[in-house]
């Protein structure tokens, strides 16, 4: 079991900090991108999506972050808005940066890739002075993610965020999210990983993921019981780690590992899986289910977004997952 502790005094469930960027995805699936013509815009970044899922989950929600002062810019404000999202730590850069873009490229169900424009990003300009302590202090759970920590200003502000969170007894989760894009080194990236992950109760990431922050460690058979354990020296009290099609494991400060089942799926796109599984596990925990009821819903989200061709728009809410689940179960 874990232990996690949250003020339920507080009147905001759950806040985010970190990239807010434009997803384009292929319309002409099952093509490379050299043949593709035409793109869907949505908003994305994980830690966008994954606030997104939650409030379409029932949560109450805002994020923190920084978007262009252009239509791009607008555009993720006003959908974030639209989402129920409180905007109002959503700050306009004024130095001309631009949003982050990124091209998906759908070959087939298992070969998907990305292209990222990630140049002068306006979400990496988040400096910790803009990061407004109410914000925080106000929430139940703070959400960050790893490419946040690749530059500054936007490091500092993490770290800032973490500090406020620590001060007003937030609970606080660690999305990996590692893309290694705009990260200097390796060494760069396992260091603030690391430093990150201490402040953190819950962390969740991919075995790759994983391997990267222990680059200077020693777990030469990527033990996932020995990369949990060193966290539990620290603050957390669950880590999930993930297997993709395997499935995932998440051990908790006691020592007990819990595993979830997984669902078949109708696969368009391997994308968006992350997110919308962190957004089911996070909401079961909230709500004080199980560690394997709230797994199972994560992967139940993540198995619905992958059957679509958007990730944040398709984040579903908690009436599509029991769905989802029941009908799964009733095909067994």
């Known amino acids: 079991m874990s232990t996690l502790a949250f003020d339920f005094s507080k009147p905001v469930d759950f806040v985010a900090i970190g990239r807010l960027c434009i997803d384009l995805n292929a319309n002409e699936i099952n093509r490379p991108m050299e043949d593709t013509v035409t793109f869907t815009k949505y908003v994305g970044g994980s830690p966008a999506n994954i606030c997104i899922g939650m409030s379409r989950l029932g949560m109450s929600t805002g994020f923190i972050g920084k978007v262009s002062n252009d239509q791009m810019g607008r555009f993720i404000t006003r959908y974030l ?31 998907c890739s990305i292209l990222m424009y990630r140049d002068n990003a306006a979400d990496l300009l988040l400096t910790p002075g803009e990061v407004q302590e109410e914000r925080i202090a106000e929430a139940k759970m703070l959400l960050i993610s790893g490419t946040a920590l690749a530059k500054s200003p936007s490091r500092e502000a993490v770290f800032q965020a973490l500090q406020y969170a620590r001060r007003h007894g937030v609970v606080v989760a660690f999305d990996l999210d590692y893309r290694p894009y705009t990260w200097s080194s390796d060494e760069e990236t396992a260091v603030y990983y690391n430093l990150a992950a201490e402040y953190c109760h819950i962390v969740i990431g991919t075995r790759e993921e994983f391997d990267m922050m222990e680059r200077f460690e020693s777990n030469p058979d990527k033990s996932d ?23 995932s494991i998440a051990y908790t400060k006691d020592g007990s590992s819990h595993r979830a089942r997984s669902f078949k799926a109708q696969v368009i796109k391997t994308f968006g899986a992350g997110d919308s599984y962190a957004a089911g596990l996070l909401y079961g925990l909230m709500k004080g289910w199980p560690i394997e009821r709230s797994m199972t819903y ?23 997952i029991d769905e989802f689940i029941e009908s799964s179960q009733a095909d067994e």
């Not at 999202?85 to 759908?106: K, M, P, Q, Y």
């Not at 992967?299 to 809410?317: F, L, N």
């Open 225 to 247: 019981r020995v990369t949990a354990s060193k966290w539990f020296d620290y603050r957390a009290e669950i880590v999930v780690i993930k297997h993709g099609k395997e499935g």
């Open 81 to 111: 808005q639209q989402n129920s999202i409180d905007t109002r730590n959503v700050v306009t850069d004024h130095s001309g940066a631009v949003t982050g873009l990124a091209f998906t490229e759908i070959k087939s169900p298992t070969e």
């Open 298 to 320: 994560g992967s139940a989200a993540a198995a619905i977004v992958v059957s679509s061709h958007s990730c944040s728009d398709a984040m579903p809410t908690a009436r599509q």
